[in-house]
């Protein structure tokens, strides 16, 4: 079954998955109040407003534009303003000036949205297209892309909203399902590797990027999984330790930004009393230095984690989450572990059901993990686990034609793979070859640990 | 007769002054949607949300909480939030963040305005308080503060929407006024100068900041003053002289200042056919370097220059404005001149009447000079005029004790004195002796040249 | 057989070895005058003085200090001054201030070197030494450490002296051999792949460095490995069709990188008559950024390249060399092509000779490819490949423990793996498991380009 | 008498004076070994060799070159790589790496210095020169800039040798005077002030630069001087009160600079057992920020000063230096005092011999106060004392015309006046009229710091 026929079957799944995936990205949006359309504390963390903006944009410049007759933008500039990175379609609005867009207004870009959509569906209408299989095959793609902007959206927003010293809430009701509040064991799990299939190719099974395919023999030593990420309480044991003191626990690389970002802890974690808001302390400024100060008092004070929920208290049995990679790999080296290789992973989850603590349990926090349990658990949903692989080509990766091909492919240098979706990925998006990919340093993500031996 | 004796009398006047000033900054503010509040472009420009939430936190700090009993603040964080600089009071959330702070929204913002202004009122209705004196001598002065930071929440918003490719105007409306099309000769008015008085002292001639004191002796030799500021007529021509090539013509810090930042023209002028608005050119990102590229074309396209009402064409009659201090020197040794001290320029405003483009005509950019005129002109509004004076205390300052003693003070090195306010400024907030000060490569304020010998 | 018994065995010529590498690196700065053993262009590339005094300090801090009785050092403060990355040995001098230390002097440093020599052979000579195994083994990781700062010496240099405008030579001969003129085919040789060991172990064929072990099975599919490097006339013909232009070409981070750069052509290019020298035009100042303006030039002026015989032509059969990993890459896009894996390269380099033009040969340049030929040449010496790897561990990998566990294992992120030895490394250092590492933007070392397919 | 026929009177003089200054700047040398001469620790920093030739050049450049017939160079390039700032003459290899130029070699530059003088007497001895004036002028300025490199010579040397952990001595005998041990009393002495004369015209007392000029009247207050500078006790109590915690004390751009660079202590200055010196804690890196970490422990360890002749012990009766404008204003502050006007002190030094501990005692460090002593003492010499007058034009200022004008006008701009040398200074180069300038954040001269009131 080629890729055009596959979906063309799907195509009523498509307009519904179309329909589901739009609504999806403005109900994510229900929560905000104006203002808050337009943060953007670092250049990496765009917008809800830019979000919303620019996955319409992906209709309009890769389906409207090309194949729908006297297509007139809702305004010109568009194209410049919302294009995140596509050279081949032209030069961008500065990423890091993305939080100075007063205008569009978030009506204006509500009606953008609304046009776009009308638009898509009409052509998704017709049946008779002559580029009815790209159109289909492009329309998936854009939808993968809106859930994957869907999670950015949330990242993006709690790491812009955390600036605010009155720590405000996204979402104000707690987390929305209970969890265990004990620590489940750590377990071991056996596998025998071999020369396994890592990757996918299209029309395997359903959607797939570029970047997972083609589908290619790999050679795995045997190797174990731990059952479960690594908790908070287990991570705090490693600060105990002097994890953030010793050296020789870190990657060069990762000293050097440890030191030179004073990282003493995850991200969003502070200390009770010691925090920068109102009653307690209005008189501190920056963020990422303030542990630093608090060495040494690490068991005295109590712990918070600032969260889509506001500043909560950190939960022991939870994964720990918002580490960068060289705390991951530092974490697994004091563990006398590892760090599992993507394929390893892979291989692991290709025999997993996809289920988990995806977005739509609105939980929005990783969850601890079940009762005494000992087999595999958490490797979708929760937290995105960092790989010890570095993001690059498949053995006979080809990026598609044209600006779309710049989707994937040329990012492959400098970055790490992370594995399994998280608390705010769409399940609908996440399976076993899926590869996400960020730079060693970075926090901002629900970016968790599991080890490997 | 005494400070405190001078505005006892004044007391009613003062409430009057209170509700005028405080509604003004509502007032400029209307046309604002609640998005454009937010906008923080660069360290330097707050938002103008920020500006109506710290003009009120003045009140708040410096009379509501030592004057009123049991105070109980809207929100314990302000203290922290809005402080702009004032390290006797605490520490500062950090300035180049402003722009992040989407909570307080707007309404409470509001909301924490009309707060101030009750309790304020209240205060100012208590005759017998035992502080009086200093409760209407702090209430004048934060009057002042909040006009000098209406003018800053103009020129701050003008500059961040120029971030926007969309060139959004902040008053929809063209200029309000008309003006000489025409440029009026440049004449040089001579003044004997000699030994003068400088400076004022409190209760001269009504209110004054405590920069502008003491009243001291000078020594001026014979000076001219050129009758009206440079137009940017006569500016394009120190242009298309080369003025930006050549390095003879700049001391050395300007130099490297126009070379590190390619400056070929004032700050928002840019040549028809090659911004980067929508229609003409969407591919170009980067506002400052634009003009690099246009060397050589310069006179063949047509100039124009971002304002408050958005692009329009520039007018080459009026005053140049959005000059750094480098280019106005580099501009006065071009033209075989020089700036004047600010005595010089003080000694001649003092013969003159408080009148011109202030913000109150809603013009919201420099005029042109009225026709044929052998007097001197336009030194009071259209454009703060630089001078060649360092900013520093005069002969016998002394800062206020407190935190209130930073108003002015600790900004005595490394800026250069302004003189004579600009169309954003309000008629009430200028006097001869006012004295304001920015550092020499600084560019967003209503910046202009007037000549001397 | 052991370890301890395999090197025991090669006492004798690890005596040899010691004096012959020793010896070397002396002779390597004999054209040196004294001005130039400080030179330090960028932290990246230390001063001749101080890899002089490093490779004696390793032999002092590894061997001398724990294996010898009472033994004083030469200056205590050697400890610190001389420590390169060591934490657990103690914190280093900054990097960066490494050109500031003109103290201790040449004499001095050469003194050291005596000294540390005359305890070495002291040491080694002691047969029947309690830790006698430990000794030898650490000797030979000293020597090849010194062989690899041999390297660096030659290649940091070059990169200091390039930044002189008189274009000083290291050596002032032209390059030692003769070349051919033309350039020879290229010519693609095919390798079945299929499940082979990569990598070696401890003992298998005489010295290796850590990273290179544990040998591990790896899957390669069928490929195919050019017969010789690209060459600068290649190279050209990239740069011509608009290489250094055309985004779609380049990695994201390396189109970046290219913009920051304003790279053109690779490090050491110039065009004659547009060079900083004193005759043509003493008036550019900035090395990197030169090529900028030579944009749409390139084909009317004669290329030269500075070498470590100063300027000479460039030779359009040599291969291209002092290219990043990112050039590398886009240069292989645009042929159509890619860069190897590291175990690719590795499979195919384990069936040759290890022979080619190393630094004995005192060309100091690559060479130029023998003629018609159509099997695998020049995959040892004349330039490092860079592969398509990122360089981490490979499976089962342990660094050492203790500091000299610090020598690779901490740099395995961010950084590619470069195959083969260049034509200023020494041939005893080179192996087909060796395993050399550089981040993606570096230029500075004799970096080159084999395609692969 | 016009200054033709003044400097004319002069020749004989003038030669001597030539042969004087030009044989000083070697004998200055003499201590320093081959690799000393190349060292700059940062941009503003250079090496001896380059200060060794750029003063030569000088000469070559505004002498040699205009009023020779047939002037061959020692090397064309010299006029690029040993320009420093003169645009009018061509662009400038990179200041910050003039460090890199390791050739010419240091005999280079000896045989520079000799040829041009050589050619220099030559020009002298020409009575008939048709510019005879200019040249003699011209000269006579080539001196006194010469006077002034050798001053910076020693300073940026110094600054270079404090980054070695071995502390080299420039010099290593111990300072060549006795000095009272005892503090002298600080007195005011009070002047006058009234209409007075300021600045001085050329011809007026020998020679004078251009920024001294034109002779001007200047109002002046009644004043007080303090009789000496302020001590290094008192500057210690300064630092005992907390006067690097307080930021009431500071300017504002003063504080952001204390906070950025963890300034505890004047520049040099170290606390004994905690310097990152050899025996005593080999593991220190960054030499700014160590005080820091010393906080609390001020008073516990005894202070030692890096000096040209190395480490020694603090001296309580010794003028404070290597203060920068923004330390000795806030020290002012705190003493409830401020920093002189340069009218205040150029009319208090008017009256006073110029005499005082230069360069030629040999002492290389200020000295101490003579005992009891009721008058003005130590004007000249010790310290450049730091005035709170911004460096800006003279009233009727103008520039030579020519790159030679480029000399001290550029510069007006961003800097402070320092008055009355150091003990660095040629005694010959120092007047009451001389005004050095300097940035506010400043320390690596001698600078210290006189009250006024």
């Known amino acids: 079954m080629n890729i055009a026929t596959h979906i063309t079957l799907c195509t009523t799944g498509l307009v519904q998955q179309y329909q589901r995936v739009r609504t999806q990205s403005s109900a994510l949006c229900e929560p905000l109040c104006v203002e808050d359309y337009g943060l953007q504390a670092v250049a990496e963390t765009s917008p809800p407003k830019w979000h919303l903006a620019h996955t319409s944009w992906f209709f309009e410049t890769f389906l409207l534009k090309p194949f729908t007759v006297n297509y007139a933008p809702v305004n010109d500039a568009y194209e410049f303003i919302f294009n995140s990175y596509y050279n081949g379609i032209g030069q961008q609005y500065a990423r890091e000036q993305r939080g100075l867009l007063s205008r569009p207004t978030v009506d204006e870009v509500y009606q953008y949205r609304a046009s776009i959509d009308a638009q898509m569906l009409d052509l998704l209408a017709d049946q008779n297209h002559k580029h009815r299989a790209t159109i289909l095959q492009r329309t998936e793609l854009g939808l993968h892309h809106e859930m994957q902007h869907q999670e950015l959206l949330l990242t993006d927003l709690k790491y812009s909203l955390a600036q605010n010293p009155l720590y405000p809430a996204y979402h104000c009701l707690p987390p929305s399902s209970t969890q265990p ?110 542990a630093e100060s608090q060495a040494g008092q690490q068991q005295a004070a109590e712990w918070q984690v600032f969260s889509l929920h506001g500043l909560v208290p950190l939960e022991l049995a939870e994964p720990v989450c918002h580490v960068s990679f060289y705390e991951a790999d530092a974490y697994a080296r004091w563990a006398g572990a590892r760090l599992p290789s993507e394929a390893e992973w892979e291989h692991a989850a290709s025999a997993e059901a996809i289920a988990g603590n995806f977005v739509a349990a609105q939980r929005l926090q990783p969850r601890s993990a079940a009762q005494p349990h ?57 399976r076993a070859s899926y590869r996400n990919f960020f730079y060693p340093p970075d926090r901002w993500q629900f970016t968790g640990i599991r080890l490997a031996q």
């Not at 056996?190 to 050679?219: I, R």
């Open 181 to 290: 509040s004990n620590t489940s064991p750590l377990i071991f799990c056996d596998y025998a590797g071999g020369l396994v299939a890592s990757g996918t190719d299209v029309g395997n099974q359903g959607f797939c990027f570029d970047n997972e395919t083609p589908q290619h023999k790999t050679y795995i030593a045997p190797y174990a999984l731990a059952n479960r990420p690594v908790t908070n309480g287990e991570y705090m044991q490693f600060m105990q330790d002097g994890g953030y003191q010793r050296a020789e626990l870190w990657l060069a690389d990762g000293w050097a930004m440890r030191q030179q970002k004073a990282w003493q802890a995850p991200l969003y974690w502070q200390q009770k009393g010691l925090q920068k808001g109102p009653q307690q302390d209005s008189k501190k400024g920056k963020a990422e230095s303030k």
């Open 374 to 430: 000992k087999t595999m658990q958490q490797l979708f949903g929760d937290v995105w686990e960092w790989t010890a692989s570095s993001y690059g080509p498949y053995p006979g990766f080809a990026a598609a034609a044209g600006a779309i091909g710049e989707y994937n492919g040329k990012f492959m240098c400098n970055q790490m793979v992370l594995r399994g979706g998280s608390c705010v990925s769409d399940r609908h998006h996440i």
